[in-house]
């Protein structure tokens, strides 16, 4: 069973970067859809970046597309979401979720969720 442990989250000013990262504990030759999300307190579960491990797909948000970047280390079972420019608005805890499938960027999709690290964006 694939374990995802998030690191890499904390506090940052904005317009500061922060690099997330998503170790897993085995990526199997399957094609993975991995993704980032992040859930502010009263919202849905929003996804932010997603990539499949093995196709290379990407997809970002509106939200995020031109600051973040998402990329993968299977050698390192690891995924990572490089965030620049943060805003205040960008302040929540981040989830790790993977797919032994290509499925869309959606939570509900994932059936492998990560605990979460938080990210805060002070002004």
């Known amino acids: 069973e694939v374990e995802l442990v998030e690191s890499g989250g904390g506090l940052v000013q904005a317009g500061g970067s922060l690099r997330l990262s998503c170790a897993a504990s085995?990526?199997?030759?399957?094609?993975?859809?991995v993704g980032w999300f992040r859930q502010a307190p009263g919202k849905e579960r929003e996804g932010v970046s997603c990539?499949?491990?093995?196709?290379?797909?990407?997809y970002y948000s509106d939200s995020v597309k031109g600051r973040f970047t998402i990329s993968s280390d299977l050698a390192k079972n690891t995924v990572y979401l490089q965030m620049n420019s943060l805003k205040p608005e960008d302040t929540t805890v981040y989830y790790c979720?993977?797919?032994?499938?290509?499925?869309?960027?959606?939570?509900?999709?994932?059936?492998?969720w990560g605990l979460g690290s938080l990210v805060t964006v002070s002004s």
């Open positions: 979720d993977a797919d032994p499938r290509i499925v869309p960027c959606k939570h509900e999709y994932l059936v492998i």
């Open positions: 085995v990526f199997t030759t399957d094609d993975y859809t």
């Open positions: 990539l499949t491990t093995r196709s290379g797909h990407t």
